[in-house]
């Protein structure tokens, strides 16, 4: 399997994510809080098929 880099629409994207993940969980972002872990493994699952899958 040949890995590649996100590009860059896709980094930011998932960053996006686990910011809003960790926002969330700490309680600065209550309507996010719900969602945490669900932000966080999206973010994560998002730069792993960035990596994995051409063009993405």
């Known amino acids: 399997m040949k890995t590649d880099a996100p590009k860059q629409v896709t980094w930011i994207i998932a960053v996006i994510l686990g910011i809003l993940g960790i926002l969330g969980h700490y309680g600065y972002l209550p309507a996010a809080a ?16 960035g990596s994995v899958v051409e063009g993405l």
């Open 34 to 49: 719900a969602y945490d872990f669900l932000l966080l493994i999206g973010g994560w699952v998002l730069l792993a098929l």
